[in-house]
Each structure stands twice: as C-alpha cells, then as structure tokens.
C-alpha cells in the first residue's frame, strides 16, 4: 500500500495528483486525500504542521482496509509531512519517499518561495489562495515552530528513506536535498535527478514508475 502526501495547493482532484497516483497504482493499491483546507477537505492549511496528523488519519485509514505493509511518498509539502510524520510516529510506516522537499523553514532563496510566503502571510495572498488556488490558509504562525525536515531525518531509521530532487527545480536548490542526505548518516538513498523541475508536475512517468518500485521493494 502506497498513501501519497501532494504538494501545496495540490488536492485529490488535482490532474497531476491523479497521473502520479495512477502510475504508482501499477505498484500496489494506493490511497490519496487531500490535507486540510485544499480542495473539498475541511480546515484550513497549515502548510505543513498539523498536516502530519491528516497523513496519519490516512495511514490509519489504509490500515483498516488490512494492509500490513504500508509506504508514504510525499512531494513538495507533503514531502516534508512524511518525513516529520516518519520521524515523530517510528514505526508507523515502512518506507518514506520524499520528492522536492525542503529541508529548512522559512526559506526564501528563489523567487518561488518568495511568492509562496506572501501567499502564506498576507490577508491579499491568503485570498487569492482560496479563491484562485482552492486552498484556505490559516492566518496564525506557527507556535511552537514544528520540527524541522532536516531534523526529522535523523529519527527515521532504520526506516528505508528516499530522497528525490531535480536539479532545475525553481523552489528549492540542491543544498536541501544534499542537507536531507547528510542529516541521514548514509541511511537515505539520494536521487539527483537531471532536467527535473519541482513536484509532482515535474515527475514524469518514468520517475514515478522508479519510485513505485523502489517502495515496493524496500517496503517489503
């Protein structure tokens, strides 16, 4: 079973969640939800803090269904969701895959991010977030700061662990996914990927069809 974390203003419905989760589908049976406050979920969003419980809610939720193996593939926030909820539950899950993922708050290094922020942290950009990105954002920082990527990395093993990043990709440079990979001790498995963008979007079937497999197999 592969339960699979989008991206920020990513839902369920969204054509580039749905292409991942069909390739991924070749796999294993897969399980996709939308985090709080995207699409037709409830809440608002946190951007990635109380989102690790939504991905446990899943996790439990795939559990019921008597899937005794269960891998978490996360892209871009839900990449950082998996990785926390991996470090914060040991045990829960049997293999962690991280796509596009930060490694540290508050960055705002790429003009991406910079945009990202202000969408996050002004009433304006809180609104054209609903509105136009069908995704509600809640208005209150982060207290306390939740922790961090690259130190959740350390708590995963003997958890298997994937990291994966392109080395076009606009958001975050490749000293994140490097962080990540240091952080682990030599446990994580680093994927550099040529010509790739940011995502979800960027992950072109081929990729997804490397990554289901490597979840099935180190999921066992």
Known sequence: MLVIAHGFTGDVDRPHVRRVAAGLARYGAVVTFSFRGHGRSGGRSTVG?????????????ARGFGHARVATVGFSMGASVVL???????GTVDAVAA????????????????????????PEGRLVGRYGLRTRIHHRDWDPIPLSPVEAVPLIAPTPLLIVHGD?????????PRMLADASGGHAELWLEPGMGHAEHAADDALVDRIGDWAARRSG
């Open 49 to 61: 803090d109380k989102e690790v419980l939504d991905l446990a809610a899943a996790l439990a939720w």
């Open 84 to 90: 926390r909820h991996a470090a914060l539950h040991p």
């Open 99 to 122: 796509v596009s993922s930060p490694a540290r708050w508050y960055y705002r290094g790429t003009a991406p991010m910079r945009r990202l922020h202000w969408l996050v942290t002004r």
């Open 168 to 176: 076009r990709d606009g958001y975050f440079p490749l000293d994140h």
